[in-house]
């Protein structure tokens, strides 16, 4: 839950300056993501998820205001959400593989980094 608390932080910071300049709202999904980085790290698949959710619904809102790269983001998030799901939730005693989790970093990174 931690990794909530920082998540919180850091998209009150970015929000503000996400609303006026359109790469800022792509900086604001990017940075979403580096949250997720604490929660793979800490093992906290619900707080993965959500802060997964978080980056696919940011995106999505800034692909309905048609932003090309955002379109490439939803659907990149969409093949990789695995076990969070179409709606990137997760059932509170579900635990992922190791295999899984190696998943969910390398998508963090990915996002982290996606252009």
């Given at each position: ?54 980056v696919h619904g940011y995106a999505l809102a800034m692909k309905q205001l048609g932003d090309t790269r955002a379109a490439k983001l939803v659907e990149f ?39």
């Open positions: 839950m931690k990794s909530l608390l920082v998540f919180g932080l850091v998209l009150g910071s970015q929000l503000s300056f996400a609303e006026s300049v359109p790469v800022a709202k792509f900086e604001t999904a990017r940075n979403i993501s580096k949250v997720m980085k604490s929660s793979i790290e800490a093992k906290d698949a619900p707080a993965t998820c959500w802060i997964l959710g978080r998030v969409d093949k990789g959400a695995g076990k969070c799901g179409g709606k990137n939730t997760l059932n509170l005693q579900e635990t992922f593989t190791q295999e899984e989790w190696t998943r969910l970093s390398e998508l963090q990174k990915q996002i982290e980094n996606f252009n």
